[in-house]
Nanobody, 119 residues
Framework: QVQLVESGGGLVQPGGSLRLSCAAS????????MAWYRQAPGKQRELVAS??????????VYADSAKARFTISRDNAKNTVYLQMNNLKPEDTAVYYC??????????WGQGTQVTVSS
């Protein structure tokens, strides 16, 4: 079974920054469009940002809430997808997960990484 491990979350003050990492246990994930999702308490999981494979141009798409503040990227050599989050707001507080966007490649959702934005 392929494993996706999210890390990099934490407690940060409003206006602060964090960089999340999603490490895949197999390089096959370098072929997939990958995404970061988040789920806040009492809310549904939502897509935050996605990135196509680098061979497809590494095209990125962002939710309106993430535009101009978040940057998704990937490093094939490390089988890792990143989410750089700047100017964080309290409403960004959530558990963040990564997974391929295509349902046929979706992996079991892990524990994610908690991001808490609070003063």
């Amino acid at each position: 079974q392929v494993q996706l491990v999210e890390s990099g979350g934490g407690l940060v003050q409003p206006g602060g920054s964090l960089r999340l990492s999603c490490a895949a246990s197999r390089s096959i994930f370098n072929r997939y469009t990958m995404a970061w999702y988040r789920q806040a308490p009492g809310k549904q999981r939502e897509l935050v940002a996605s990135i196509t494979s680098l061979t497809s141009g590494g095209i990125t798409v962002y939710a309106d809430s993430a535009k101009a503040r978040f940057t998704i990227s990937r490093d094939n050599a490390k089988n890792t997808v990143y989410l750089q989050m700047n100017n964080l707001k309290p409403e960004d507080t959530a558990v963040y997960y990564c997974n391929p966007t295509a349902p046929m490649f979706e992996q079991p959702w892990g524990q994610g990484t908690q991001v808490t934005v609070s003063s």
